[in-house]
């Protein structure tokens, strides 16, 4: 049984981060164990930027999107150097076991401490929706629904002018976003880095439905498929359609977390704490069918993340 562990937040922010570490804290200290919260991810571990954590210091978060602890990207914990001295940073204040918050660079990060001999457990908190072994990241719910609110926006003004919108997404080499919001927000078409897709038939397509009466279309373009700026060009240059670019960039990352990635937040929370706590290292908590799962560390840093075919399928069938 440890009595000392430590939770942080590390890579892109993501609404739920908060949650999560709320849930940790509140439930550690339940649990009768000590835990402390480390600044700006590996870069606080690195710099010995962490401080002990109560109850109130978690007050006040739940509703609140980016995460309070802070988060970075971190050059010197590529290191071996660097990783030895985050871990004696640890080990100096007697933090037996980490709950690392993140992405799949935290995950890799989160395996290769590790092995420095500290137990860690991960929770999969991106927008992205790219790490293997879970349905859902902490975040992605969030960031799909504030797509699908600028999808519907841009709805409107593309229906008065007639128009072509070409609606740029994040999610890295991940069509995951662009998918799912493409299909709730009824978008024409979407092309995602999963996917390839020939520029020249997209724009006989747009070309073709809008002769036969559509009046306007939205175009969904992952930023892994390629930029909406180019793309929008291309399509004037070769339909002739009027047409006009969006990049909605950071702020899908902000906001106040859905009410789903609240409880995917803090059930995996929960689960992430006890198990650390008994002594469960190198694992990471998702979601699968609705319940919780334990994934290995090297099997979701392992595998690559794919898209569910079948929903582009249905997003293509009901964009007709
Ligand atoms: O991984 C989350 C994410 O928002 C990606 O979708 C995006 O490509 C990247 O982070 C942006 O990173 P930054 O905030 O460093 O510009």
Same mark, same amino acid.
């Given at each position: 049984?440890?009595?000392?562990?430590?939770?942080?937040?590390?890579?892109?922010?993501?609404?739920?981060?908060?949650?999560?570490?709320?849930?940790?804290?509140?439930?550690?200290?339940?649990?009768?164990?000590?835990?402390? @919260?480390?600044?700006?991810?590996?870069?606080?571990?690195?710099?010995?930027?962490?401080?002990?954590?109560?109850?109130?210091?978690?007050?006040?978060?739940?509703?609140?999107?980016?995460?309070?602890? @802070?988060?970075?990207?971190?050059?010197?914990?590529?290191?071996?150097?660097?990783?030895?001295?985050?871990?004696?940073?640890?080990?100096?204040?007697?933090?037996?076991?980490?709950?690392?918050?993140?992405?799949?660079?935290?995950?890799?990060?989160?395996?290769?401490?590790?092995?420095?001999?500290?137990?860690?457990?991960?929770?999969?908190?991106?927008?992205?929706?790219?790490?293997?072994?879970?349905?859902?990241?902490?975040?992605?719910?969030?960031?799909?629904?504030?797509?699908?609110?600028?999808?519907?926006?841009?709805?409107?003004?593309?229906?008065?002018?007639?128009?072509?919108?070409?609606?740029?997404?994040?999610?890295?080499?991940? @069509?995951?976003?662009?998918?799912? /919001?493409?299909?709730?927000?009824?978008?024409?078409?979407?092309?995602?880095?999963?996917?390839?897709?020939?520029?020249?038939?997209?724009?006989?397509?747009?070309?073709?439905?809008?002769?036969?009466?559509?009046?306007?279309?939205?175009?969904?373009?992952?930023?892994?498929?390629?930029? /909406?700026?180019?793309?929008?060009?291309?399509?004037?240059?070769?339909?002739?359609?009027?047409?006009?670019?969006?990049?909605?960039?950071?702020?899908?990352? @902000?906001?106040?977390?859905?009410?789903?990635?609240?409880?995917?937040?803090?059930?995996?929370?929960?689960?992430?704490?006890?198990?650390?706590?008994?002594?469960?290292?190198?694992?990471?908590?998702? #979601?699968?069918?609705?319940?919780?799962?334990?994934?290995?560390?090297?099997?979701?840093?392992?595998?690559?993340?794919?898209?569910?075919?079948?929903?582009?399928?249905?997003?293509?069938?009901? #964009?007709?």
């Amino acid at each position: 049984m440890l009595k000392r562990i430590a939770v942080m937040t590390s890579g892109g922010d993501s609404p739920g981060m908060n949650a999560a570490i709320r849930a940790v804290v509140r439930v550690a200290i339940h649990e009768g164990v000590e835990v402390w @919260g480390i600044y700006n991810g590996y870069a606080g571990m690195y710099e010995d930027k962490m401080v002990q954590l109560d109850s109130r210091s978690v007050g006040d978060i739940l509703q609140r999107g980016g995460t309070f602890l @802070g988060t970075a990207r971190c050059e010197e914990f590529r290191t071996t150097e660097g990783r030895q001295r985050a871990f004696e940073n640890l080990r100096r204040h007697g933090i037996e076991g980490v709950v690392i918050i993140g992405g799949d660079g935290s995950m890799t990060g989160a395996e290769l401490l590790s092995d420095l001999g500290i137990a860690v457990v991960g929770l999969p908190g991106t927008i992205d929706n790219d790490i293997w072994g879970t349905d859902y990241t902490i975040g992605f719910d969030t960031a799909t629904n504030t797509v699908v609110d600028a999808i519907n926006k841009l709805r409107d003004t593309a229906s008065s002018h007639g128009r072509v919108i070409v609606v740029e997404v994040m999610g890295r080499n991940s @069509g995951w976003i662009a998918m799912t /919001a493409g299909l709730a927000g009824g978008a024409e078409h979407i092309l995602i880095p999963e996917i390839s897709v020939n520029l020249d038939e997209l724009c006989e397509k747009l070309r073709q439905s809008h002769d036969s009466g559509k009046k306007y279309s939205v175009v969904v373009v992952a930023e892994g498929a390629g930029s /909406a700026v180019e793309i929008g060009k291309k399509i004037v240059d070769c339909s002739g359609l009027d047409t006009r670019v969006s990049v909605l960039g950071h702020i899908q990352r @902000g906001g106040s977390p859905s009410v789903f990635d609240r409880i995917l937040a803090s059930t995996l929370g929960e689960h992430a704490t006890l198990a650390l706590i008994s002594g469960i290292s190198n694992v990471m908590f998702g #979601s699968r069918s609705g319940g919780v799962v334990t994934i290995d560390l090297a099997d979701a840093i392992g595998h690559k993340r794919t898209i569910d075919p079948s929903m582009f399928r249905l997003a293509n069938l009901l #964009s007709k």
